[in-house]
Protein backbone atom coordinates (compact mmCIF):
# COMPACT_ATOMS: atom_id res chain seq x y z
CA UNK A 1 0.00 0.00 0.00
CA UNK A 2 2.88 2.30 0.94
CA UNK A 3 4.71 1.93 -2.59
CA UNK A 4 0.80 2.13 -4.26
CA UNK A 5 0.47 5.57 -2.13
CA UNK A 6 3.98 6.34 -3.76
CA UNK A 7 3.36 6.22 -7.07
CA UNK A 8 0.19 8.08 -6.87
CA UNK A 9 1.95 10.64 -5.52
CA UNK A 10 4.64 10.67 -7.95
CA UNK A 11 3.62 8.98 -11.44
CA UNK A 12 2.02 12.33 -11.97
CA UNK A 13 5.79 13.88 -12.89
CA UNK A 14 7.59 10.56 -13.01
CA UNK A 15 5.65 8.62 -15.08
CA UNK A 16 8.31 5.13 -15.13
CA UNK A 17 5.01 2.88 -15.68
CA UNK A 18 2.94 2.24 -18.54
CA UNK A 19 0.91 -0.21 -16.37
CA UNK A 20 0.06 -0.16 -12.44
CA UNK A 21 -1.58 -3.53 -11.62
CA UNK A 22 -2.09 -1.69 -8.02
CA UNK A 23 -5.24 -3.85 -7.07
CA UNK A 24 -3.55 -7.30 -8.20
CA UNK A 25 -0.65 -6.43 -6.01
CA UNK A 26 -2.57 -5.62 -2.90
CA UNK A 27 -4.11 -9.48 -3.23
CA UNK A 28 -0.80 -10.78 -3.97
CA UNK A 29 0.55 -9.10 -0.97
CA UNK A 30 -2.32 -10.36 1.32
CA UNK A 31 -1.66 -13.82 -0.38
CA UNK A 32 2.30 -12.95 0.81
CA UNK A 33 1.19 -11.94 4.38
CA UNK A 34 -0.62 -15.68 4.59
CA UNK A 35 1.96 -17.23 3.31
CA UNK A 36 4.48 -15.75 6.12
CA UNK A 37 1.61 -16.86 8.59
CA UNK A 38 1.89 -20.37 6.99
CA UNK A 39 6.01 -20.41 7.65
CA UNK A 40 7.00 -19.43 3.97
CA UNK A 41 10.40 -18.23 3.77
CA UNK A 42 10.48 -17.60 0.20
CA UNK A 43 12.86 -15.18 -0.50
CA UNK A 44 11.04 -12.06 -1.84
CA UNK A 45 8.21 -12.90 -0.31
CA UNK A 46 6.29 -9.79 -0.13
CA UNK A 47 8.49 -7.54 -1.50
CA UNK A 48 7.11 -4.80 -3.84
CA UNK A 49 8.98 -4.82 -7.86
CA UNK A 50 8.12 -4.10 -10.96
CA UNK A 51 9.30 -5.17 -14.42
CA UNK A 52 10.34 -3.44 -17.70
CA UNK A 53 7.55 -3.82 -20.53
CA UNK A 54 9.95 -5.47 -22.91
CA UNK A 55 9.46 -8.95 -20.52
CA UNK A 56 6.43 -11.13 -20.59
CA UNK A 57 3.64 -10.99 -18.10
CA UNK A 58 1.07 -13.38 -17.87
CA UNK A 59 -2.45 -11.81 -18.17
CA UNK A 60 -0.88 -7.83 -18.06
CA UNK A 61 -0.16 -6.25 -21.46
CA UNK A 62 3.32 -6.16 -22.59
CA UNK A 63 3.92 -3.83 -25.49
CA UNK A 64 7.81 -3.54 -25.31
CA UNK A 65 7.26 0.58 -25.35
CA UNK A 66 5.65 0.20 -28.92
CA UNK A 67 2.72 0.90 -30.23
CA UNK A 68 3.08 -2.43 -32.74
CA UNK A 69 2.26 -4.47 -29.40
CA UNK A 70 -0.53 -2.39 -27.65
CA UNK A 71 -3.09 -4.85 -26.63
CA UNK A 72 -0.49 -7.74 -26.18
CA UNK A 73 -1.42 -9.59 -23.16
CA UNK A 74 1.44 -12.57 -23.13
CA UNK A 75 0.00 -16.54 -22.09
CA UNK A 76 3.23 -16.93 -20.30
CA UNK A 77 5.91 -15.26 -17.88
CA UNK A 78 8.89 -14.95 -18.46
CA UNK A 79 11.47 -17.37 -17.07
CA UNK A 80 12.66 -14.58 -14.64
CA UNK A 81 8.77 -13.11 -13.74
CA UNK A 82 8.07 -16.90 -13.12
CA UNK A 83 11.07 -17.52 -10.75
CA UNK A 84 10.17 -13.99 -8.95
CA UNK A 85 6.88 -14.96 -8.38
CA UNK A 86 7.99 -18.39 -7.08
CA UNK A 87 10.07 -16.27 -4.78
CA UNK A 88 6.90 -14.37 -3.42
CA UNK A 89 7.53 -10.97 -5.37
CA UNK A 90 4.47 -8.23 -5.24
CA UNK A 91 4.38 -7.00 -8.63
CA UNK A 92 3.59 -3.29 -9.11
CA UNK A 93 3.18 -3.13 -12.92
CA UNK A 94 5.19 -3.15 -16.12
CA UNK A 95 7.21 0.02 -16.97
CA UNK A 96 8.25 2.30 -19.24
CA UNK A 97 11.06 2.12 -21.32
CA UNK A 98 12.44 2.95 -25.52
CA UNK A 99 10.77 1.26 -27.95
CA UNK A 100 11.76 -2.68 -28.10
CA UNK A 101 14.61 -1.35 -25.86
CA UNK A 102 16.31 0.78 -28.82
CA UNK A 103 17.91 3.81 -26.93
CA UNK A 104 19.27 6.36 -24.44
CA UNK A 105 17.31 8.27 -22.81
CA UNK A 106 13.72 6.23 -22.90
CA UNK A 107 12.35 9.43 -24.90
CA UNK A 108 12.16 6.46 -28.06
CA UNK A 109 9.00 5.28 -26.29
CA UNK A 110 6.08 4.61 -28.29
CA UNK A 111 4.00 6.26 -25.00
CA UNK A 112 5.52 8.94 -23.50
CA UNK A 113 8.70 9.74 -21.76
CA UNK A 114 9.65 9.22 -18.48
CA UNK A 115 11.21 11.87 -16.17
CA UNK A 116 14.52 11.72 -14.07
CA UNK A 117 13.49 12.08 -10.66
CA UNK A 118 16.69 13.88 -9.56
CA UNK A 119 15.74 16.75 -11.87
CA UNK A 120 12.54 16.42 -14.10
CA UNK A 121 13.92 18.08 -17.15
CA UNK A 122 16.14 15.38 -17.52
CA UNK A 123 16.17 12.10 -19.00
CA UNK A 124 16.54 8.73 -16.98
CA UNK A 125 18.47 7.06 -19.41
CA UNK A 126 17.60 4.51 -21.13
CA UNK A 127 16.47 1.86 -22.39
CA UNK A 128 15.25 0.74 -18.99
CA UNK A 129 14.62 4.40 -17.77
CA UNK A 130 11.19 3.48 -15.91
CA UNK A 131 13.04 0.48 -14.17
CA UNK A 132 15.75 3.21 -12.87
CA UNK A 133 13.55 5.69 -12.00
CA UNK A 134 11.19 4.12 -10.45
CA UNK A 135 13.88 2.69 -8.06
CA UNK A 136 14.96 6.40 -7.48
CA UNK A 137 11.50 7.52 -7.29
CA UNK A 138 10.92 4.75 -4.25
CA UNK A 139 7.54 3.79 -6.20
CA UNK A 140 8.74 -0.01 -6.76
CA UNK A 141 11.58 -1.49 -4.25
CA UNK A 142 13.66 -2.90 -6.76
CA UNK A 143 12.80 -3.62 -10.85
CA UNK A 144 13.82 -5.71 -13.50
CA UNK A 145 15.77 -4.01 -16.71
CA UNK A 146 17.30 -5.45 -19.49
CA UNK A 147 20.45 -4.65 -21.19
CA UNK A 148 21.84 -5.21 -24.65
CA UNK A 149 24.22 -2.39 -24.83
CA UNK A 150 24.13 -0.75 -21.87
CA UNK A 151 20.12 -0.20 -20.93
CA UNK A 152 20.66 -1.66 -16.93
CA UNK A 153 23.65 0.36 -16.16
CA UNK A 154 23.48 3.30 -17.53
CA UNK A 155 19.39 4.47 -16.32
CA UNK A 156 21.08 2.94 -13.04
CA UNK A 157 24.21 5.88 -13.28
CA UNK A 158 21.65 8.53 -14.65
CA UNK A 159 18.67 7.41 -11.70
CA UNK A 160 21.95 7.08 -8.97
CA UNK A 161 20.83 3.29 -7.99
CA UNK A 162 22.39 0.04 -8.14
CA UNK A 163 22.26 -1.76 -11.66
CA UNK A 164 23.50 -4.95 -12.91
CA UNK A 165 23.93 -6.44 -16.25
CA UNK A 166 24.49 -10.17 -15.47
CA UNK A 167 26.49 -12.39 -18.02
CA UNK A 168 25.23 -13.61 -21.12
CA UNK A 169 24.34 -16.81 -20.13
CA UNK A 170 23.41 -16.51 -16.35
CA UNK A 171 19.70 -15.74 -16.69
CA UNK A 172 16.94 -17.52 -18.95
CA UNK A 173 16.49 -14.84 -22.17
CA UNK A 174 12.87 -16.90 -21.86
CA UNK A 175 10.12 -14.31 -22.36
CA UNK A 176 12.11 -11.55 -23.37
CA UNK A 177 11.25 -9.71 -26.58
CA UNK A 178 14.35 -9.95 -28.08
CA UNK A 179 16.12 -6.97 -29.64
CA UNK A 180 19.75 -8.51 -30.22
CA UNK A 181 19.55 -12.27 -29.52
CA UNK A 182 23.42 -12.44 -28.86
CA UNK A 183 23.58 -9.92 -26.27
CA UNK A 184 20.41 -9.66 -24.33
CA UNK A 185 20.03 -10.31 -20.81
CA UNK A 186 17.90 -9.25 -18.14
CA UNK A 187 18.76 -7.73 -14.31
CA UNK A 188 17.72 -6.29 -11.92
CA UNK A 189 17.63 -2.58 -10.01
CA UNK A 190 17.61 -2.05 -6.17
CA UNK A 191 18.52 0.72 -3.94
CA UNK A 192 21.65 -1.37 -2.61
CA UNK A 193 24.00 -3.76 -4.20
CA UNK A 194 22.97 -6.36 -1.48
CA UNK A 195 19.37 -5.53 -2.98
CA UNK A 196 20.44 -6.41 -6.36
CA UNK A 197 22.48 -9.43 -5.03
CA UNK A 198 19.43 -10.83 -3.41
CA UNK A 199 17.02 -10.57 -6.87
CA UNK A 200 19.70 -11.93 -9.08
CA UNK A 201 19.94 -15.07 -6.79
CA UNK A 202 16.30 -15.31 -7.65
CA UNK A 203 16.56 -14.90 -11.61
CA UNK A 204 19.81 -16.63 -12.10
CA UNK A 205 20.49 -19.99 -13.70
CA UNK A 206 19.83 -22.56 -15.86
CA UNK A 207 16.38 -22.92 -17.80
CA UNK A 208 15.54 -25.33 -20.18
CA UNK A 209 13.46 -22.97 -22.00
CA UNK A 210 16.84 -21.08 -22.99
CA UNK A 211 19.34 -22.85 -24.71
CA UNK A 212 21.94 -20.69 -24.37
CA UNK A 213 21.50 -20.04 -20.53
CA UNK A 214 24.51 -21.96 -19.07
CA UNK A 215 24.41 -25.06 -16.80
CA UNK A 216 26.24 -23.48 -14.00
CA UNK A 217 25.78 -23.31 -10.43
CA UNK A 218 25.02 -20.05 -8.61
CA UNK A 219 27.41 -18.22 -5.93
CA UNK A 220 25.89 -17.69 -2.72
CA UNK A 221 26.04 -14.15 -3.84
CA UNK A 222 24.51 -12.61 -0.75
CA UNK A 223 27.34 -14.58 1.56
CA UNK A 224 30.00 -13.28 -0.57
CA UNK A 225 29.34 -9.83 0.50
CA UNK A 226 32.47 -9.66 3.25
CA UNK A 227 32.69 -5.71 2.94
CA UNK A 228 36.14 -5.66 1.81
CA UNK A 229 38.51 -5.92 -0.86
CA UNK A 230 41.88 -6.41 0.84
CA UNK A 231 44.58 -7.93 -1.28
CA UNK A 232 42.03 -7.87 -4.64
CA UNK A 233 43.73 -6.62 -7.58
CA UNK A 234 41.65 -4.15 -9.77
CA UNK A 235 42.19 -2.95 -12.86
CA UNK A 236 41.79 0.45 -14.55
CA UNK A 237 40.91 0.49 -18.55
CA UNK A 238 42.85 3.15 -19.75
CA UNK A 239 40.72 3.37 -23.30
CA UNK A 240 37.95 4.40 -20.62
CA UNK A 241 38.47 7.66 -19.95
CA UNK A 242 37.22 9.14 -23.28
CA UNK A 243 37.60 12.53 -24.52
CA UNK A 244 34.34 14.93 -23.50
CA UNK A 245 33.92 12.97 -20.19
CA UNK A 246 32.37 15.10 -17.95
CA UNK A 247 35.59 16.03 -15.66
CA UNK A 248 33.12 15.46 -12.37
CA UNK A 249 32.68 12.01 -13.89
CA UNK A 250 36.30 11.36 -13.99
CA UNK A 251 37.20 12.94 -10.20
CA UNK A 252 34.60 10.52 -8.76
CA UNK A 253 35.54 7.38 -10.36
CA UNK A 254 39.37 8.73 -9.41
CA UNK A 255 38.25 8.81 -6.01
CA UNK A 256 36.11 5.73 -5.66
CA UNK A 257 39.50 4.13 -6.71
CA UNK A 258 41.26 5.73 -3.52
CA UNK A 259 38.89 4.21 -1.56
CA UNK A 260 39.71 0.96 -2.85
CA UNK A 261 43.40 1.61 -2.55
CA UNK A 262 42.76 2.17 1.01
CA UNK A 263 40.72 -0.41 1.71
CA UNK A 264 43.83 -2.50 0.59
CA UNK A 265 42.97 -3.05 -3.09
CA UNK A 266 45.61 -2.94 -5.93
CA UNK A 267 45.25 -0.44 -8.15
CA UNK A 268 46.39 -1.69 -11.79
CA UNK A 269 46.16 0.13 -15.09
CA UNK A 270 44.88 -2.30 -17.90
CA UNK A 271 44.39 -1.69 -21.71
CA UNK A 272 41.69 -2.48 -23.62
CA UNK A 273 42.80 -2.32 -27.69
CA UNK A 274 40.22 -2.50 -29.21
CA UNK A 275 37.92 -0.61 -27.25
CA UNK A 276 37.84 2.48 -29.99
CA UNK A 277 35.67 -0.25 -32.51
CA UNK A 278 33.24 -1.50 -29.68
CA UNK A 279 30.45 1.42 -30.41
CA UNK A 280 30.42 0.68 -34.75
CA UNK A 281 30.91 -3.17 -34.05
CA UNK A 282 28.30 -2.87 -31.86
CA UNK A 283 25.43 -0.82 -33.79
CA UNK A 284 26.09 -3.33 -36.69
CA UNK A 285 25.77 -6.50 -34.69
CA UNK A 286 22.64 -5.31 -32.62
CA UNK A 287 21.07 -3.50 -35.83
CA UNK A 288 21.28 -6.54 -37.67
CA UNK A 289 20.00 -9.17 -34.88
CA UNK A 290 16.86 -6.72 -34.38
CA UNK A 291 16.00 -6.64 -38.22
CA UNK A 292 15.85 -10.04 -37.94
CA UNK A 293 14.01 -10.27 -34.62
CA UNK A 294 11.48 -7.61 -35.67
CA UNK A 295 10.46 -9.47 -38.64
CA UNK A 296 7.96 -11.39 -36.88
CA UNK A 297 5.45 -8.40 -35.96
CA UNK A 298 3.29 -8.63 -39.10
CA UNK A 299 -0.27 -7.30 -37.45
CA UNK A 300 -1.19 -11.19 -37.82
CA UNK A 301 -0.21 -12.51 -34.61
CA UNK A 302 0.37 -10.14 -31.48
CA UNK A 303 -0.77 -7.01 -30.65
CA UNK A 304 -1.96 -3.91 -33.06
CA UNK A 305 -3.24 -4.45 -36.50
CA UNK A 306 -4.29 -2.01 -38.86
CA UNK A 307 -6.45 -3.59 -41.72
CA UNK A 308 -5.48 -3.34 -45.79
CA UNK A 309 -6.97 -4.35 -48.95
CA UNK A 310 -4.88 -7.45 -49.14
CA UNK A 311 -2.29 -9.51 -46.76
CA UNK A 312 0.68 -7.36 -47.68
CA UNK A 313 -0.86 -4.22 -47.74
CA UNK A 314 -2.34 -5.03 -44.07
CA UNK A 315 1.15 -6.35 -43.17
CA UNK A 316 2.96 -2.62 -44.61
CA UNK A 317 0.16 -0.32 -43.02
CA UNK A 318 1.20 -2.16 -39.27
CA UNK A 319 4.79 -1.72 -39.68
CA UNK A 320 3.89 1.89 -41.05
CA UNK A 321 2.38 2.72 -38.42
CA UNK A 322 3.46 0.84 -35.47
CA UNK A 323 7.09 1.17 -35.39
CA UNK A 324 8.84 4.44 -34.40
CA UNK A 325 11.21 6.29 -36.18
CA UNK A 326 14.38 4.98 -34.21
CA UNK A 327 13.12 1.27 -35.17
CA UNK A 328 12.65 1.81 -38.66
CA UNK A 329 16.08 3.28 -39.11
CA UNK A 330 17.39 -0.07 -37.64
CA UNK A 331 15.64 -2.75 -39.31
CA UNK A 332 16.57 -0.39 -42.50
CA UNK A 333 20.42 -0.79 -41.32
CA UNK A 334 20.01 -3.94 -40.06
CA UNK A 335 18.81 -5.07 -42.97
CA UNK A 336 21.54 -3.73 -45.18
CA UNK A 337 24.13 -4.88 -43.22
CA UNK A 338 22.93 -8.48 -43.36
CA UNK A 339 22.44 -7.96 -47.69
CA UNK A 340 23.99 -10.53 -49.93
CA UNK A 341 27.04 -8.64 -50.77
CA UNK A 342 27.49 -6.43 -47.84
CA UNK A 343 27.11 -9.00 -45.01
CA UNK A 344 31.42 -9.77 -45.12
CA UNK A 345 31.86 -6.20 -45.19
CA UNK A 346 29.74 -5.25 -42.58
CA UNK A 347 28.08 -8.05 -40.36
CA UNK A 348 30.74 -10.44 -41.11
CA UNK A 349 33.06 -7.88 -40.35
CA UNK A 350 31.77 -6.80 -36.75
CA UNK A 351 31.72 -10.60 -35.15
CA UNK A 352 35.26 -10.84 -36.16
CA UNK A 353 36.22 -7.47 -34.10
CA UNK A 354 33.83 -8.69 -31.55
CA UNK A 355 36.17 -11.99 -31.26
CA UNK A 356 38.81 -9.27 -30.71
CA UNK A 357 37.01 -7.20 -27.98
CA UNK A 358 36.20 -10.58 -26.27
CA UNK A 359 39.97 -11.06 -26.13
CA UNK A 360 40.97 -8.23 -25.19
CA UNK A 361 39.01 -9.07 -21.46
CA UNK A 362 39.60 -12.20 -20.83
CA UNK A 363 43.52 -11.15 -21.18
CA UNK A 364 43.14 -8.42 -18.65
CA UNK A 365 40.79 -10.66 -16.40
CA UNK A 366 44.21 -12.61 -16.28
CA UNK A 367 45.89 -9.85 -14.70
CA UNK A 368 42.96 -8.67 -12.28
CA UNK A 369 39.92 -9.65 -10.25
CA UNK A 370 37.35 -6.84 -11.80
CA UNK A 371 37.69 -3.65 -13.60
CA UNK A 372 36.13 -0.34 -12.81
CA UNK A 373 35.37 2.91 -14.93
CA UNK A 374 32.55 5.15 -15.11
CA UNK A 375 29.43 3.62 -16.38
CA UNK A 376 28.58 6.98 -18.55
CA UNK A 377 30.82 9.87 -20.05
CA UNK A 378 27.95 12.66 -18.32
CA UNK A 379 25.50 12.36 -15.99
CA UNK A 380 21.45 12.29 -16.90
CA UNK A 381 21.05 15.02 -20.23
CA UNK A 382 18.18 17.45 -20.94
CA UNK A 383 15.05 16.03 -22.83
CA UNK A 384 15.37 16.59 -26.26
CA UNK A 385 18.76 17.47 -25.66
CA UNK A 386 20.03 14.44 -27.82
CA UNK A 387 16.86 13.57 -30.25
CA UNK A 388 17.69 15.50 -32.91
CA UNK A 389 21.44 13.35 -33.88
CA UNK A 390 21.25 9.97 -33.09
CA UNK A 391 24.75 9.11 -33.53
CA UNK A 392 25.52 11.27 -30.34
CA UNK A 393 22.87 9.43 -28.71
CA UNK A 394 24.57 6.52 -29.47
CA UNK A 395 27.73 7.65 -27.62
CA UNK A 396 25.96 7.89 -24.02
CA UNK A 397 26.47 4.15 -24.69
CA UNK A 398 30.36 4.21 -25.17
CA UNK A 399 31.31 2.59 -21.81
CA UNK A 400 29.09 0.07 -21.60
CA UNK A 401 28.39 -2.16 -25.04
CA UNK A 402 31.70 -3.80 -24.96
CA UNK A 403 30.77 -5.77 -21.99
CA UNK A 404 27.81 -6.89 -24.37
CA UNK A 405 30.03 -7.58 -26.83
CA UNK A 406 32.32 -9.52 -24.57
CA UNK A 407 29.63 -11.63 -22.49
CA UNK A 408 30.67 -10.44 -19.07
CA UNK A 409 29.01 -8.85 -16.20
CA UNK A 410 28.47 -5.11 -15.32
CA UNK A 411 27.09 -2.77 -12.51
CA UNK A 412 26.50 0.08 -11.96
CA UNK A 413 27.58 1.47 -8.07
CA UNK A 414 26.28 4.84 -7.48
CA UNK A 415 29.86 7.04 -6.68
CA UNK A 416 28.87 10.65 -6.36
CA UNK A 417 27.35 13.80 -7.55
CA UNK A 418 28.03 16.54 -10.18
CA UNK A 419 27.98 19.96 -9.88
CA UNK A 420 24.18 20.19 -10.13
CA UNK A 421 22.88 17.79 -7.90
CA UNK A 422 23.43 14.73 -10.43
CA UNK A 423 23.88 11.26 -9.52
CA UNK A 424 26.93 9.97 -11.02
CA UNK A 425 28.04 6.15 -11.09
CA UNK A 426 30.93 3.32 -11.76
CA UNK A 427 31.18 0.55 -13.09
CA UNK A 428 32.32 -2.84 -11.70
CA UNK A 429 32.79 -5.47 -14.26
CA UNK A 430 33.41 -8.81 -13.21
CA UNK A 431 34.67 -11.49 -15.84
CA UNK A 432 32.04 -14.23 -17.31
CA UNK A 433 30.34 -15.64 -14.71
CA UNK A 434 32.15 -13.72 -12.12
CA UNK A 435 28.79 -11.97 -10.56
CA UNK A 436 30.74 -13.27 -7.07
CA UNK A 437 33.08 -10.92 -7.23
CA UNK A 438 32.01 -7.87 -8.55
CA UNK A 439 29.33 -8.07 -6.00
CA UNK A 440 31.46 -7.74 -3.16
CA UNK A 441 33.87 -5.22 -4.73
CA UNK A 442 30.45 -2.47 -5.75
CA UNK A 443 29.18 -3.86 -2.25
CA UNK A 444 32.63 -3.08 -0.46
CA UNK A 445 32.20 0.52 -1.83
CA UNK A 446 28.80 1.14 -0.80
CA UNK A 447 29.34 -0.01 2.44
N1 LIG B 1 21.39 2.43 -26.28
C1 LIG B 1 21.62 1.11 -26.73
C2 LIG B 1 20.81 0.84 -27.97
O1 LIG B 1 20.02 1.66 -28.28
C3 LIG B 1 21.32 0.19 -25.59
C4 LIG B 1 20.20 -0.70 -25.79
C5 LIG B 1 19.98 -1.72 -24.73
O2 LIG B 1 20.85 -2.06 -23.94
N2 LIG B 1 18.80 -2.27 -24.78
O3 LIG B 1 20.97 -0.12 -28.65
Given amino acids: QAHIDQIEKYEPQV?????????EALKQAQAADDARANGSDAPLLGIPLAIKDVISTKGVETTAGSKILKGYVPLFDATCVARLKEAGMVMLGKLNMDEFAMGSSTENSGYFTTHNPWDLDRVPGGSSGGSGAAVSARTAMGTLGTDTGGSIRLPGSFCGVASVKPSYGRCSRYGLIAYGSSLDQPGPFGRTVEDNARILQVIAGQDPMDATSMPLEVPDYVAGLTGDVKGLK???PKEFFVSGMQPEVEQAVQAALKVYEDMGAEIIEVSLPHTEHALSVYYIIAMSEASANLARYDGIRFGARID?????ETYKLTRGQGFGDEVKRRIMLGTYALSAGYYDAWYGKAQQVRTLIKQDYEKAFEQVDVLVAATSPTTAFKLGENMDDPLQMYLSD???ISANLAGICGMNVPCGFDDNGLPIGMQVFGP??????????GHAYES
Avoid: H, S
Fill in 15 to 23: KAYLTVTAE
Fill in 234 to 236: IGV
Fill in 308 to 312: GDDMI
Fill in 398 to 400: VLT
Fill in 432 to 441: AFGEDVMFRV
